[in-house]
C-alpha cells in the first residue's frame, strides 16, 4: 500500500512538473515571438526592410548628374525632411537604436558631443543633392573647403548636424551603394579629429558613418553631397561667414 502510493505520489509530481515546464516553455516562445514581431515592426534599417522599402516605391539609383551648374536654384529639391523632432540627441540616437540604423564610431562620437544640438522648433528643411563636378571642379578631387566655398557662391547653405540622423531616419528606401556626405560644419571628436557625417547604404543595411572633415580633405569629384536649399540670392565670388573661415589660408 505503502508502495502504491508512493509511486503515485511520484507520478503526480512527475505530472505537475511537466505542465509546469510546459507552461513556462510556451510562455518564453510566446515571450521570443512578441520581441521579434516587436523588432520586425520598428526596424526599418536592415537590409531586407530595405529591400521590401525599394520594392514597394519602387526606389531606383540615379547617378547625380555632372553637368556644371550656374546657380543652386538651378538644382531641383531632392528631398524635404523635418528636424526638430526630438527633445534632445539622446532621444535622436534612441530612435536610431530602436529602427535598426547602425551608426559608426565616429558619427556615434559626433552624435554625443555637446556641440550637436537639435532644433528646438520643429522645422522642414528642403534638400539638395549635388557632385562637385557639377559645382564646376573638373580635377579628379577637390578639397572640402573648396566644394563648401563653391557651394555658398552658387546660393547654397551647409546644413545643420541634425540633418544627417534625420535624412537617415526619414529615408529607409536609400538605394545600395549610395553614400550622401552631409555638407556641414565639421565637428570634433573627442581626440579633437573634424568629423562630417555620412548617410549610407552599403549593402548590409542602412548606417550613419562619419568621415574626414579637415579642410584640405580630399573629396571625389563624384561624390555626391547633401546641401539645404538657401532662401537668400546667392552669394559674391568671395566666400563669406564660416566658410570662408573654413577655407586654408
Same mark, same amino acid.
Given at each position: 500500500?505503502?508502495?502504491?502510493?508512493?509511486?503515485?505520489?511520484?507520478?503526480?509530481?512527475?505530472?505537475?512538473?511537466?505542465?509546469?515546464?510546459?507552461?513556462?516553455?510556451?510562455? #518564453?516562445?510566446?515571450?521570443?515571438?512578441?520581441?521579434?514581431?516587436?523588432?520586425?515592426?520598428?526596424?526599418?534599417?536592415?537590409?531586407?526592410?530595405?529591400?521590401?522599402?525599394?520594392?514597394?516605391?519602387?526606389?531606383?539609383?540615379?547617378?547625380?548628374?555632372?553637368?556644371?551648374?550656374?546657380?543652386?536654384? $538651378? /538644382?531641383?529639391?531632392?528631398?524635404?525632411?523635418?528636424?526638430?523632432?526630438?527633445?534632445?540627441?539622446?532621444?535622436?540616437?534612441?530612435?536610431?537604436?530602436?529602427?535598426?540604423?547602425?551608426?559608426?564610431?565616429?558619427?556615434?562620437?559626433?552624435?554625443?558631443?555637446?556641440?550637436?544640438?537639435?532644433?528646438?522648433?520643429?522645422?522642414? /528643411?528642403?534638400? /539638395?543633392?549635388?557632385?562637385?563636378?557639377?559645382?564646376?571642379?573638373?580635377?579628379?578631387?577637390?578639397?572640402?573647403?573648396?566644394?563648401?566655398?563653391?557651394?555658398?557662391?552658387?546660393?547654397?547653405?551647409?546644413?545643420?548636424?541634425?540633418?544627417?540622423?534625420?535624412?537617415?531616419?526619414?529615408?529607409?528606401?536609400?538605394?545600395?551603394?549610395?553614400?550622401?556626405?552631409?555638407?556641414?560644419?565639421?565637428?570634433?571628436?573627442?581626440?579633437?579629429?573634424?568629423?562630417?557625417?555620412?548617410?549610407?547604404?552599403?549593402?548590409?543595411?542602412? #548606417?550613419?558613418?562619419?568621415? $574626414?572633415?579637415?579642410?584640405?580633405? $580630399?573629396?571625389? /569629384?563624384?561624390?555626391?553631397? #547633401?546641401?539645404?536649399?538657401?532662401?537668400?540670392?546667392?552669394?559674391?565670388?568671395?566666400?563669406?561667414?564660416?566658410?570662408?573661415?573654413?577655407?586654408?589660408?
Amino acid at each position: 500500500m505503502f508502495t502504491f502510493g508512493s509511486r503515485a505520489r511520484r507520478a503526480a509530481r512527475i505530472d505537475h512538473s511537466r505542465r509546469v515546464c510546459s507552461y513556462v516553455l510556451a510562455s #518564453i516562445f510566446s515571450a521570443v515571438c512578441v520581441i521579434a514581431f516587436a523588432s520586425a515592426a520598428s526596424a526599418q534599417c536592415a537590409a531586407r526592410d530595405v529591400l521590401q522599402n525599394q520594392l514597394k516605391l519602387k526606389t531606383r539609383s540615379a547617378p547625380a548628374s555632372q553637368q556644371p551648374i550656374k546657380a543652386g536654384r $538651378d /538644382v531641383a529639391t531632392w528631398k524635404t525632411i523635418t528636424i526638430g523632432t526630438f527633445a534632445d540627441s539622446l532621444a535622436l540616437r534612441n530612435e536610431l537604436d530602436s529602427k535598426g540604423c547602425h551608426v559608426g564610431g565616429q558619427a556615434a562620437e559626433i552624435l554625443a558631443r555637446p556641440t550637436f544640438i537639435v532644433s528646438s522648433r520643429k522645422t522642414h /528643411v528642403e534638400l /539638395v543633392d549635388l557632385s562637385p563636378a557639377q559645382l564646376g571642379f573638373t580635377s579628379d578631387t577637390v578639397t572640402l573647403a573648396s566644394v563648401y566655398a563653391r557651394a555658398q557662391q552658387l546660393g547654397l547653405e551647409l546644413a545643420v548636424a541634425e540633418v544627417g540622423p534625420q535624412l537617415r531616419l526619414q529615408y529607409f528606401d536609400q538605394p545600395i551603394g549610395e553614400f550622401l556626405i552631409i555638407g556641414m560644419e565639421p565637428i570634433k571628436t573627442w581626440s579633437g579629429e573634424p568629423i562630417v557625417l555620412n548617410v549610407a547604404n552599403g549593402g548590409a543595411g542602412l #548606417i550613419l558613418i562619419g568621415q $574626414d572633415g579637415r579642410a584640405e580633405a $580630399d573629396i571625389s /569629384v563624384t561624390s555626391r553631397f #547633401i546641401f539645404a536649399r538657401s532662401s537668400r540670392p546667392a552669394a559674391g565670388a568671395e566666400p563669406t561667414g564660416s566658410i570662408a573661415a573654413f577655407l586654408p589660408q
